[in-house]
Every structure is written in C-alpha cells, then in structure tokens.
C-alpha cells in the first residue's frame, strides 16, 4: 500500500539531528563535541556522529520526535536546543523530545505553530529542568503558559513576542523563579493587563514591554512596591505613554535603575538632547537610560537643565519635581548667550606714504 504525501514528508527529530550532525557537515573539531556510535538497527543514524552541548535544528522541517531511545542517546549530554521554525504542531512530539534530554537548560520553539494546541499538565513533566524558554511567535494560549510556568520550577527566562495578545490571562498558580519576561511586539494596551504579571511573577526583575501600545502606568506607590517589588529594569519603547505623570510613576517601582522609553508620544515635541534631560531629570534612582549608563556629571547637568526649562511656568503647571530640584540646587540664573560667530572688521593697511 502506498503511504500518502503528508506520511512521506514527516520529518523527525532524529532524523534532522543525524543529517545535520553526521562526520560530512559537522566534522569533529568544529566546537566541543562527543562522538556516539550508532545506535539499534534500524536506527536513522548512519555513522558517528559529533554533536555539541548546543544543538541548533531550526528550519528543518520537524514535524515528529521520532524513537524517544535514540534521542535519549543522542542527547545525554545536550543543555540548549534550538528548535524554531519548524513544524512541530503536537505538544505530545515535543513532550517527547524535552523528556528525553535530562539536561536541557534552553529550549527554543519559536515560530512553530502551537495556536491550536493546548499542553496537558500530565505531559508537562518534561520540561521540569528548562530554565530560559522561547515561544515567540508560537501563538500559544495563554493555558499553556500557565501549564509551562507551572511545571518549570527552575524556569527562569520566558520569551512570548509576537503572539498576538491584547489581553492577559492571570494564573491562580505564580511562578516565584521567573526573573526575565519578554513580551515585545503584541498587542497590549491598557496597564490593568501589565500588572497581572506582577502577580503571576513576583520575582521579575527584567520586564521588556517594547512595541505594546500600553498607554499609562497606573496604581498607585503601594500598589506598584507590591505588585513589582523586584523590578530592576522595564523597557517601554514604542508603547503609548503621553503623559509625563507616567513618567514620574516610574520612581515608585523601589528598585528600578535601567529604563528604556525611546519613540513615545510623550517625547515627540523635543529635541534629542532635552529628551535624555527632561527624563533623567524626573528619575532620580536611574543609572541606564536607553542602554546608556547614566554618569554623575550628566544626572547634574541634566537636572540643572530640568529646573531652567520649567522656571518660566506658570506656578501652577510646574511639576513637584521642580521644587525638589530648586531645594537641591537653589534657583538658577539662565545661561548666558554666548555669540561666537565671527565679526566684520575693517583693517587700513599702509606702506610708506602708499594706501
């Protein structure tokens, strides 16, 4: 009987790993590796091969796992697995592979289609020993997530870009070890959302919110010191902020000290040089803005910029910062207009009795 073309084009784990890694595309010297011999009869593995602690199958076309003995073989040794953009489309296939790599630290799945699909908790033992996990562009519901978070005690990094969210789905289960959450490029507006991940993450210390649309930050000093008390750096690129209370919310995250904030509404009517200004000016305990470290000498010239700008400011409009700088530094006179430009003199030159 002949097999259809869906069975002919499965691909398997194993298979790419052996066509990949075998003595002619990846000869032994080539990073550290270990030799295995083959495996049973029948075994795809044809020859020795040299594979790395790091194994990078991406765009392989794996579909299946394949005989879960051979890749327990394979990848005893194996701690990073980059498996993106694939199409692994069953949480049982990848289950099977995790589960028989003891000791795997990094998984990777990006861009394999996991939208339709939802991850059983009795399949999720698996992943137990993953400490950094990509699912960009996966699609994956937020259940999963839930299900993943739940069964990686040591899980560590979570990496959810580009997976089409507008909402947050709160757990009733936190994961306490989680410390990195990368959620750039979806589709998050309101701050009611962002704050559940304090919730579900009480340990975060690194939120990157770049490309959501999120439009404030709400709550209130309490709130925000109990929900995010652990946060040390929070990228906000691109999202919607318009208002500069915002910004000074910002100083009630207790241990925030990097920031990020480039290409926001808020930022748009000023010049380069009065947007580092006017934003290091209003956070006191920063010490990176936009990946730039933050020197003493630049914090002061900043904040003596901040107290010019706003001195001419009706009483009314001028921020509480303000007055905490002018108690700091005194009032300042404007700078003085200083005009370099070269002048026009008229120079008689005489030579004898000539002109």
């Given at each position: 009987?002949?097999?259809?073309?869906?069975?002919?084009?499965?691909h398997?784990?194993?298979?790419?790993?052996?066509?990949k890694?075998n003595?002619?595309?990846?000869?032994?010297?080539?990073?550290?590796?270990?030799?295995?011999?083959?495996?049973?009869?029948?075994?795809?593995?044809?020859?020795?091969?040299?594979?790395?602690?790091?194994?990078?199958?991406?765009?392989?076309g794996?579909?299946?796992?394949?005989?879960?003995?051979?890749?327990?073989?394979?990848?005893?040794?194996v701690?990073?697995?980059?498996?993106?953009?694939n199409?692994?489309?069953?949480?049982?296939?990848?289950?099977?592979?995790?589960?028989?790599?003891?000791?795997?630290?990094?998984?990777?799945?990006?861009?394999?289609?996991l939208?339709?699909?939802?991850?059983?908790?009795?399949?999720?033992?698996?992943?137990?020993?993953?400490?950094?996990?990509?699912?960009?562009?996966?699609?994956v519901?937020?259940?999963?997530?839930?299900?993943?978070?739940?069964?990686?005690?040591?899980?560590?990094?979570?990496?959810?870009?580009?997976?089409?969210?507008?909402?947050?789905?709160?757990?009733?289960t936190?994961?306490?070890?989680l410390?990195?959450?990368?959620?750039?490029?979806?589709?998050?507006?309101?701050?009611?959302?962002?704050?559940?991940f304090?919730?579900?993450?009480?340990?975060?210390?690194?939120?990157?919110?770049?490309?959501?649309?999120?439009?404030?930050?709400?709550?209130?000093?309490?709130?925000?010191?109990?929900?995010?008390?652990?946060?040390?750096?929070?990228?906000?690129?691109?999202?919607?902020?318009?208002?500069?209370?915002?910004?000074e919310?910002?100083?009630?995250?207790?241990?925030?000290?990097?920031?990020?904030?480039?290409?926001?509404p808020l930022?748009?009517?000023?010049?380069?040089?009065?947007?580092?200004?006017?934003l290091?000016?209003?956070?006191?305990?920063?010490?990176?803005?936009?990946?730039?470290?933050?020197?003493?000498?630049?914090?002061?010239?900043?904040?003596?910029?901040f107290?010019?700008?706003?001195?001419?400011s009706?009483?009314q409009?001028?921020?509480?910062?303000?007055?905490i700088?002018?108690?700091?530094?005194?009032?300042?006179a404007?700078?003085?207009?200083?005009?370099?430009?070269?002048?026009?003199?008229?120079?008689?030159?005489?030579?004898?009795?000539?002109?």
């Amino acid at each position: 009987m002949e097999s259809s073309s869906d069975e002919e084009e499965v691909h398997t784990f194993v298979q790419a790993l052996s066509e990949k890694y075998n003595p002619e595309n990846f000869p032994y010297g080539q990073g550290v590796g270990v030799v295995l011999l083959p495996s049973l009869p029948g075994s795809p593995v044809k020859d020795r091969l040299y594979l790395p602690s790091s194994l990078v199958l991406n765009n392989c076309g794996i579909s299946k796992a394949g005989d879960k003995l051979d890749i327990a073989t394979f990848c005893a040794h194996v701690v990073e697995l980059d498996l993106s953009n694939n199409q692994l489309k069953d949480w049982g296939e990848i289950c099977t592979i995790v589960s028989n790599v003891p000791h795997l630290d990094f998984l990777n799945l990006t861009m394999n289609p996991l939208n339709a699909v939802k991850l059983e908790p009795g399949m999720a033992h698996g992943f137990s020993r993953v400490r950094r996990l990509v699912l960009i562009n996966t699609h994956v519901s937020w259940d999963t997530v839930h299900t993943l978070t739940q069964h990686t005690p040591e899980l560590e990094e979570l990496f959810l870009c580009l997976n089409g969210y507008n909402t947050v789905s709160e757990s009733q289960t936190s994961c306490p070890s989680l410390r990195l959450l990368q959620i750039t490029n979806n589709q998050l507006q309101k701050w009611a959302e962002v704050r559940k991940f304090g919730l579900m993450y009480p340990s975060l210390g690194t939120l990157v919110l770049a490309n959501n649309s999120v439009d404030s930050v709400g709550d209130t000093q309490e709130t925000l010191q109990r929900l995010f008390p652990n946060l040390r750096s929070l990228n906000l690129n691109n999202s919607g902020l318009s208002k500069w209370a915002d910004i000074e919310r910002l100083n009630f995250f207790p241990k925030l000290e990097e920031v990020k904030a480039m290409g926001i509404p808020l930022l748009e009517p000023y010049s380069t040089h009065e947007r580092r200004s006017l934003l290091l000016a209003q956070l006191p305990s920063v010490v990176a803005l936009n990946g730039s470290a933050v020197s003493k000498g630049e914090r002061e010239d900043a904040e003596r910029f901040f107290i010019r700008y706003h001195q001419d400011s009706p009483e009314q409009e001028l921020p509480e910062r303000y007055h905490i700088l002018v108690t700091k530094y005194g009032e300042l006179a404007p700078l003085a207009e200083v005009d370099l430009r070269p002048r026009c003199t008229m120079v008689d030159v005489r030579w004898g009795e000539t002109t």
